[in-house]
């Protein structure tokens, strides 16, 4: 397989056609970026597609042609957030109580890579994740899913750092208070460290 | 932060810092020091981990579910700008490369041989099937005669017999016809 360094010094020779291996190689993961921050389909695949022009007209300003997917990410993580801006759209997600206690199936391993997430639990995090303030939902978001740096996100969303952290913290509290309700025992670590 | 050992508080206000691993070497010390002892903040480690882990599992990448090379790439081609004149050069080497491929693709030997194997495989199973309706046929004919055959024999035998009238006559028939086949009523000849 040829590395994006490669594909890349070919399109700015002019073989264009070889970028269309780019965007097979990244659209699926693009296309969650955008439908993270989006949350609507169709949406997101205007974003992806968004994306790869943007990436394409500005590739002779990539410097570190081998960071090509960061690079791509970041200009479709602030396409989806002008995007989502511009329609403002409020989704009222609402929080059902359930008794069901799905932290009981987590296996109670000390190795957090073992955990397996089945289907319900994950109808559940997002649940919990989607029904976070949009402001609080775009960080916990850039930071656990697309693995940006506290730094990255203060840059992309324009904020301070001390708000990237508050924000982080504070989603990450709620998020664990839902789930703990929904059957963690360990009261102890619901509690705020203020 | 003191070069003292962490306080359960001091610790949770470094906690979400310490599951980003952004901790300094000397507060990790510290922080590892804490949690040897302390087991209540060992466990909100681990289910910090634990929603991390979660959250990036429900929203990360699954299957494949949209493809926008095509759209992506014409919008790329379509566009009035400066590239235009380049584009089209590449666009006319790759339709020539297209057709080069193509072209040759009717001379490949093996697909030229599997399409025949196609033909031959679709004739040798009508052939196959004509033989086994034909044999089908042919066979249940040549039962059936013998079946006639066994039929008069057992009535005769009965005829012949009837005089005699033996007691067992109908189990001697009905085993006779069990043994030629399923289905054979034997001829009832008391009446
Ligand atoms: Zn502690």
Request: with cysteine.
């Amino acid at each position: 397989m040829k590395t994006d360094e490669k594909i890349i010094e070919r399109v700015l020779a002019g073989d264009i056609s070889k970028f269309e291996m780019l965007i097979e190689k990244y659209q699926t993961q693009i296309f969650y970026v955008a439908m993270n921050i989006s949350r609507n389909k169709d949406t997101a695949e205007d974003i992806v597609q968004d994306a790869f022009i943007k990436a394409f007209d500005k590739l002779q300003t990539l410097n570190e042609r081998a960071h090509f997917f960061p690079w791509l990410k970041r200009i479709t993580i602030n396409l989806a957030l002008n995007n989502y801006d511009k329609n403002k759209r409020i989704v009222d997600v609402e929080v059902e109580d359930s008794e069901v206690s799905f932290f009981d199936r987590l296996p109670d391993d000390s190795d957090p890579e073992s955990i397996m997430i089945n289907d319900e639990l994950k109808r559940y995090v997002r649940l919990y994740v989607d029904a976070l303030p949009e402001r609080l939902r775009r960080v916990i978001i850039m930071r656990e899913v697309e693995d940006l740096s506290y730094e990255e996100i203060s840059e992309i969303l324009n904020i301070p750092l001390g708000t990237v952290r508050s924000r982080l913290f504070n989603a990450r509290q709620v998020v664990k208070d839902r789930l703990i309700k929904q059957g963690l025992t360990d009261s102890l670590v619901s509690r705020t460290a203020n | 932060m003191s070069n003292k050992v962490l306080s359960c508080g001091d610790f949770l206000k470094l906690l979400n810092d310490y599951v980003d691993l952004n901790v300094s070497e000397k507060e990790s010390l510290l922080i590892g020091e804490h949690l040897d002892a302390c087991d209540s903040c060992k466990l909100r480690v681990t289910n910090a981990i634990k929603v991390k882990k979660m959250i990036k599992s429900t929203y990360g990448v699954g299957a494949s579910i949209i493809d926008v090379r095509s759209k992506v790439m014409s919008k790329i081609r379509n566009r009035d700008n400066v590239s235009v004149r380049s584009d089209k050069n590449v666009d006319l080497s790759s339709k020539i490369m297209s057709k080069i491929t193509e072209k040759r693709k009717p001379f490949n030997a093996v697909k030229f041989s599997l399409s025949m194997m196609e033909n031959y495989k679709v004739l040798s199973i009508a052939v196959a099937t004509l033989f086994i309706i034909t044999a089908t046929i042919v066979y249940s004919q040549a039962e059936s005669k013998k079946l006639m055959a066994a039929r008069s024999k057992i009535e005769s035998y009965a005829l012949e017999h009837s005089s005699t009238a033996p007691t067992d006559y109908r189990a001697s028939t009905n085993s006779i016809a069990d043994s030629i086949g399923n289905g054979i009523t034997p001829v009832n000849f008391s009446e």
